[in-house]
């Protein structure tokens, strides 16, 4: 690569990155096939600078490079209204899986999260960026996305050679998440920008290769070039598994260089993070330079925020269950007692065709849910009834579900009932347990979302009398 030789040093005082776009462009490949090999074939299009001391692979085997990448601790916000904790070091970590695969997990920090430093109703994740800028080349990355609503699993580059976006705001996404209309793993954002208002973005729908929060490590990959070679147009080029899913082609493609950004963190625009904890898993990443045709010019702005040396940062080591085996209920051991910002009994909502009343009761060392009737009506349905439900379920995922229950008496009728929804609302169909046993009774369900599906909601009800429900649990066991 060959940088041009405009140069300007400015301290970055503030970053808005990962914005939504608001135009989008037409892919233009020239005469190049676009076919199953395009991926495979980049060199035919420009060709690797194999010497370049930026390339860089990081498997994470021995943890994350000084020499490479800083890990951030900062906030910026672009133009929300609801409240969020930024990116803090304190949710980057280290993990291994069986075959001693080395990863870095990034913990997302839902409304409901109550961990030791989290300000209640404020999402936060965590951030890592290059220590160098970058030009033109093939980014990277192996994950597998944070896989709940409110949350947005980013892979960007960003730089702004004036500090302001009115006037420059050079980026480069890949964004997974971010919709609040239901499609969040559906359709994978592609955004470039040059300033605020000169963007282009693309939302392709994916769906025919899979849902973006399967919970498997897939490929992710842009080809940035500043001249295609047939019309020498700056382009970007987006793959999921070497398959080319979208391109743009226009004057919204930077061509300056900027560092590259990995990370997890939560907008307004996001939608709401109605969960306790999930993560991020990053398996490796990746950055390989094109060759010195792909001329680009200087932007050699800083981001202002605190950054630490990965080996200062003080990132701990994390159990790989513990990604694998996360709770999607929120608050299963009903621990938290009192309202959330929301309303909720942390994710426990009351369905508003209650007529009763419910508490958090402790047995022994247990805290419990106990739902009571009402007996002061002549209603058919009179009963008390709590649900939470998990978004983006799709189609064939898989879920282990249990919860320990017992109605107070012979008379007391409680039910579990499972709807599974699709994203307009309609419910598709229902399982319903009745709760037979006077003693705490461990209630179990093997769930595969049917066909359709987008939301699994979980209901607990007193019909009659009293019913109460402990240790709640919904684990993701893959897809069917």
Known sequence: MKRKASFLALILLSLTSCGSGTSSSTPNSGSIPVGDDYYDKVEERAKFNKTSNLNFKE???????????????????????????????????????????GYVAIKGRGLYNHDEGTIAGSPEGGCFITKEHLGPGRYEIKMAAMPREGGITAFWTYCTTTGSEATSQNEIDIEIGGKTDGTSYEALWATTWTSHKNTSHEAPDVTDMLYL???????????????YPTDKMPRIDWFID??????????TVPTHEMPLWIGLWFQSWAGEAQFDTDYLLIDEVSYNAF???????????????????????????????????????????????????????????????????????TEGQKNKLKLTASSDTSDKYHGQYLNQTITEAYPNYKFDFKVTAKKADANSKGQIILYYIDKTGMVLSQTNIDVTSLEDTLYTKEITMPAKSQKLKVEFTADDGSTTFSDVSLVFKGIA
């Open 242 to 251: 070497g398959k080319l899913i979208t391109s743009i082609s226009n004057d």
């Open 291 to 361: 060759e010195e045709k792909q001329v680009f010019d200087n932007c050699r702005t800083k981001p202002s925020y605190t950054q630490y040396k990965p080996s200062e940062a003080g990132i701990q080591t994390l159990s790989y269950d513990t990604i694998k085996t996360v709770n999607k209920i929120a608050n299963g051991s009903f621990k938290q007692t009192a309202a959330s910002s929301d309303g909720s009994l942390d994710g426990w909502f009351k369905d508003q065709s209650s007529k009763g009343t419910h508490e958090v009761i």
């Open 213 to 227: 929060n399967d919970g498997k490590i897939h490929t992710y990959t842009f080809d940035w070039y500043t001249a």
């Open 59 to 101: 498997d994470f085997t021995n943890g994350m490079s000084d020499d490479v990448f800083a890990v951030l601790d900062a906030k910026w916000d672009a133009g929300g209204v609801k409240p969020h904790n930024g990116v803090r070091k304190r949710n980057i970590f280290y993990t291994k899986d069986s075959q001693n695969n």
